[in-house]
DNA sequence: GCCCAGGTGACGG
DNA sequence: CCGTCACATGGG
């Protein structure tokens, strides 16, 4: 059991973030996470979260993944004091972190995200454990399936897991994949545009979905995808265009505090 | 029945 | 370069 107290560390809003799809609140302030091959059980605290793993998995893995090693106060407090908006955006996301993901599950979960809401994608993609995914440890709970697995699935398969139009998408994703015509490793060296660029290379895979898989997977956190929500702030709240220039570097991690602001004003 | 969801690719101008 | 359109599926 890994303590860590930590006022920008928040798993209820990392989970309602729509950063990722395996992360849910099972009971009050408890949490389960599947990553690569890995199932943790954590809690909520006030000001930080109980993870359930030794330090040596903590050090290792966790504390990656979760970012922990970046100042987020830091983030925040380099909003622009007079966008009313940001700042409170920023303040109702204070404890998201962006996590460090599977590339592969990314590109293939945000391939999926297109005209899709976030309970949807999370059903597609269970679905896509659930038949394809490798078991972890007898819990009943699966991996997310690996590149081969979905390569040598049938179309007709696929479809039975709500894919719709986009069952072509995700068959010819994992074949590039699984058969070394996008290398989602040696890509990690490339500069933020040469790697969307590369991502934008397979098919179903625009500049929103490149740039959500360049932030959530290889953590550019200049990265800036634009989706319906973040396109309606803009336009409501900056006439169309979000100063970026003002945030170089990290624009993306006031992106997702939007993003959040936005769902959770939806859901008001 | 309608509209919408963390869009993209094909097509025509 | 731009704007428009079809693309399955499920929920409100």
Redesign the pocket.
């Known amino acids: 059991m890994i303590k860590i107290i930590n006022k920008d560390l928040n798993l209820r809003k990392i989970a309602q973030?729509?950063?990722c799809f395996r992360m849910n609140e099972t009971a009050e302030g408890r949490f389960q996470l599947i990553a690569r091959d890995r199932l943790l059980y954590l809690t909520a605290l006030e000001d930080g979260a109980v993870f359930e793993c030794t330090e040596k998995e903590y050090e290792s893995f966790w504390k990656d993944y979760f970012d922990l090693s970046a100042d987020y106060a830091a983030y925040r407090a380099a909003v622009d004091p007079s966008d009313a908006f940001l700042t409170e955006a920023a303040e109702e996301g204070r404890g998201i972190r962006i996590l460090r993901q599977d590339p592969w599950e990314m590109l293939i979960t945000?391939?999926i995200?297109?005209?899709?809401?976030?309970?949807?994608?999370k059903?597609c993609t269970e679905a896509l454990c659930g038949r394809w995914g490798v078991e972890i440890e007898d819990t009943g709970l699966h991996s997310f399936p690996v590149p081969e697995a979905l390569a040598g699935a049938s179309d007709d398969d696929l479809?039975h897991c709500?894919?719709?139009?986009?069952?072509p998408?995700v068959r010819d994703a994992a074949r590039m994949v699984s058969e070394g015509r996008i290398d989602l490793e040696a890509i990690a060296k490339l500069d933020d545009e040469e790697l969307l660029e590369a991502l934008?290379k397979?098919?179903?895979?625009?500049?929103?979905?490149?740039?959500?898989v360049s932030?959530?997977a290889y953590h550019r956190i200049a990265a800036?995808?634009?989706?319906?929500?973040?396109?309606?702030m803009v336009d409501e709240h900056y006439g169309g265009r979000f100063p970026v220039e003002r945030y170089e570097g990290f624009a993306g991690i006031m992106?997702?505090y939007?993003?959040?602001h936005a769902?959770q004003t939806?859901n008001k």
């Not at 995200?113 to 994608?121: E, G, L, T, V």
């Not at 709500?162 to 069952?167: E, F, Q």
């Not at 800036?224 to 309606?232: A, L, Q, S, T, Y």
Request: hydrophobic share 40%; aromatic share 16%; glycine share 12%.
């Open positions: 973030s729509g950063q945000f391939i995200s297109q005209r899709k809401n976030i309970p949807a994608i059903a479809k709500s894919l719709g139009y986009r069952v998408y934008m397979v098919p179903g895979v625009g500049p929103k979905v490149g740039n959500c932030l959530f800036f995808p634009i989706d319906v929500w973040i396109g309606r992106q997702q939007i993003f959040y769902l939806k």
